[in-house]
């Protein structure tokens, strides 16, 4: 609560300068209210004409936004496109075939050029490898790759045949993937031999052979191999291939399919506040429009001069939206990165934005506040160390930025000139949706300003009534936009009653987050998930999620999982675990806690791993044995317990719920 007063009270302001205003495409406030006015007077023309100026259209749609089946809203419905025609060919026809598209810096420092015309011929070859082995328009292709080049290829090859990717990030393990395979039925793997990371090797092929040994997955025929280190593999004849293998006879060139503008381009996993991972299902046209449009608004990008970087992973939205899609529907020149920040020394993204002179830079906060530790504890590489005057726009996505680190963010790496755009969005937007817009958006650090044009963002109660100015509520979005997603992937019913809860008057779009708009600019600040949704640098955990995974355990009776506010990580997992034996203590709880966390580790992934974990004989909880959640964050945090404890059926545990071990 402390960091939310002090945004609300930040007072610092941060005007765009009259050169910002000159070249941005919406320069200057009266150009973003023209927009909004445009959107308000006539939305699905507002919307229409946008796609019609944007993407390149094989069958020009004739109708805007179709709401007869509300919440399952359709957009530019009788339109025909494809993705890949749009990242790719629509360049490289237009004479652009040499620009860089991809500068790929390896792990060790090694850097790959790629052309539009070379991804272009990439994307072609294994379109038609994964053509020839029959994956067909609606297959679903599961992708669990490295940040590579040939991550991006896979995806985009999907795109071309009309296949519908997930991509499941490397750092998931095996029961999740196996879990994310079930449920998208998916009849190919595509995969890579092994990632390497801050100098170390991990395996990724082989969790996907753990994966597919767990059954349920006979769906999937084939399982593509990149090889990335050349190290030791098992290999299933007859499924097993390598990705060199299939491409190697194939031509060029491939025609793309022309898909409905609704056709599922992805389905992306994430984590919510009941129950196992939804599938986020995103169209093709709406998405690909907003990826190439807030590419333009947001990073005001100059596909003729800037050099953009997105830090995220092609394994979250973040990576799709700002890798894999908007950078090259755009036309841009992108840097694209296998390794850590920390790996060889925590000035590795300093160094390589000098060394690509980067202009646009977009990372989380999480990323900045260990970057600032590192560079306090070492001033070697130090942000101030090196040539930085290629950038002019920092951008930060993920979770909220506290005042301090956008501070540090603009002053010590944009040199004080660069706008920082703080943009708020989640996997379900598809792409940004309330953030400041360089050269129009006075900045104020904390806050991500106000809603993109088109955008119809609000704060409202637990009714569905709009709230004033200044007080907290509900992050709402009161009309559907084109990017937004389609479905929960095989669950219609999840999507209608979390998305469109019927206590909103179920046509309101529920974000999960609080927020609250200040009284005189109506600027909006977000305050953190209102579910039981953790963001643990800027990943996306269900404490759910994690509490079936500790209770899987066969030494564990009940768990209960919530986060702790860090200053790094943004929050820390902390669980509170009753063992089926009595409770363990010293050395015996430390070597349990461990084992717990090595087994989070094992059924989520390492990004679950609880930080803290906490033994009681029981755990808190009211007369009618609900949880006291609210209790335990407490606890988590290490403050006293001062509410009133009468209604718990046993308060002596909170002392030891209480002890670290
Ligand atoms: C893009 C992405 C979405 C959740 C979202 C919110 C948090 C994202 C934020 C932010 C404050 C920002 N979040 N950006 N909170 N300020 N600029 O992160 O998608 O992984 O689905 O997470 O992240 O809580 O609801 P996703």
Known sequence: MAAIESVLNEAR??????EQMARASIGGMDAYRALVDEAARDYEGFWSRLAKQHLSWHKPFTRGLDESNAPFYTWFADGQLNASYNC???HVEAGLGERTAIIFERDDGEVQRVSYRELLARVCRLANALRARGVRKGDRVVIYMPMSVEGVVAMQACARIGATHSVVFGGFSSKSLNERLIDAQAVAVITADEQ??????????????????????????????????????????????????????QADTAEPEWVDAEHPLFILYTSGSTGKPKGVQHSTAGYLLWAELTMRWTFDLRPESDVFWCTADIGWITGHTYICYGPTAAGGTQVMFEGVPTYPNAGRFWEMIQRHQVTVFYTAPTAIRSLIKAADADEAIHPRRYDLSSLRILGTVGEPINPEAWIWYHEQVGGGRCPVVDTFW??????????????????VPGSCTLPLPGIMAAVVDETGQDVPNGQGGI????????????????????????????????????????????????????MGRIDDVLNVSGHRMGTMEIESALVAHELVAEAAVVGRPDETTGEA???????????????????????????????IGPIAKPRDIRFGDNLPKTRSGKIMRRL?????????????????ENPAILDQLGEAI
Request: charged residues 25%.
């Open 426 to 443: 989640q996997t379900e937007t598809g792409g940004h949706m309330i953030t400041p817009l360089p050269g129009a958006t006075p900045l």
């Open 88 to 90: 790719l060919d629509r």
């Open 13 to 18: 302001v941060f005007e765009p300068s009259a």
């Open 475 to 526: 992050l709402v979005v009161k009309r559907p936009w084109p990017a937004m997603l389609r479905t929960v992937w095989g669950n219609p019913e999840r999507y209608k009653s979390g998305y469109f809860p019927a206590e909103l008057g179920g046509n309101l779009y529920l974000a999960g987050d609080g927020a609250v708009r200040n009284d005189k600019t109506g600027y909006f600040t977000i």
């Open 573 to 603: 997992i902390v669980a509170f675990v009753v063992l089926k034996r009595s409770r363990p203590e010293g050395a015996e709880a430390k070597q349990i806690a461990d084992q717990l966390r090595a087994w989070v580790g094992k059924e």
């Open 196 to 249: 390497v990371r801050g100098g170390k090797r991990l395996p990724l092929k082989s969790i996907v052979d753990e994966a597919l040994g767990m059954g349920g997955t006979e769906a999937v025929a084939q399982v593509i191999v990149y090889q990335r280190t050349g190290g030791d593999v098992t290999w299933q004849a007859g499924r097993d291939v390598w990705l060199h293998d299939v491409v190697a006879d």
């Open 632 to 648: 335990l964050r407490g606890l988590a945090k290490g403050e006293q317990v001062t509410q009133d404890t009468s209604t718990l």
